[in-house]
């Protein structure tokens, strides 16, 4: 599979993304297994959708990112580096997450460059 693959198989995974941890899981296996050779495109296309949806699937969005992180800094945490470090730099607290005009496109792209 090459990277444009991988990234419209992204997209159409996040189409059917929900906050089940069922749906949440599969998509981390999904990204996790492609991380090595496309992790970056893997990013920008997180984000790309992330700025295009409407605030319930951002919201599903967040929970993957969320559970991308526990899950990398539990039972992945040597393999997977790269999302762990995502975890300690650059994240605002969480009464800003929270906030209605907040922008979780630039979340996820401030998580997605370190």
Partial sequence: ?????????????????????????????????????YGEDLWDCLVEEAEKVNLNARINILYLIDGLLFTSSTALLTSHQEYQHSRRTNLPSSSTIISTSFNYGDLIRKISSN
């Fill in 1 to 37: 599979m090459d990277g444009f693959e991988v990234r419209l198989q992204l997209v159409s995974i996040l189409k059917k993304l929900s906050s089940s941890q069922n749906s949440i899981q599969s998509t981390i296996r999904f990204l996790l297994k492609h991380k090595d050779k």
